[in-house]
């Protein structure tokens, strides 16, 4: 470890609100290295292989908890627009409201066929 700005109970204090549950056990996974726990035994608390910590540590030390966020992912771009994404929930929803054989209710109030 080269980023020690941090100590194990702040990173352990940060872990709680930051609201992702992947980034947190990474957070605490980097306190129980900072413990001096082996990475292999940190690693197997929560729940990774030791060769994913080893990453998760190089992406601390370039970036701090930061770093411990899930990049961006590129993927196939949405066939659709925005637009007629709506549209077509409209449609969807129109059709569940008006056939309620198709065995799926929409929204609280609905009550299914089945």
Not at 80 to 86: G, H, T
């Amino acid at each position: 470890m080269t980023r020690l700005e941090l100590s194990a109970t702040e990173l352990r204090q940060r872990a709680s609100p930051c609201g992702e549950g992947r980034v947190a056990c990474r957070v605490l996974a980097i306190a129980h290295v900072l413990e001096g726990v082996s990475r292999a035994a940190a690693a197997s608390a929560c729940g990774m292989d030791r060769q994913t910590l080893r990453d998760w540590v190089h992406r601390y030390n370039a970036a701090g908890i930061a770093g411990l966020h899930d990049a961006q992912r590129s993927g196939r771009p949405p066939a659709l627009s925005q637009a007629q994404m709506q549209e077509l929930k409209g449609l969807v929803l129109a059709l569940a409201l008006i056939s309620p054989m198709m065995g799926w209710c929409v929204g609280a109030a609905s009550t299914c066929a089945r």
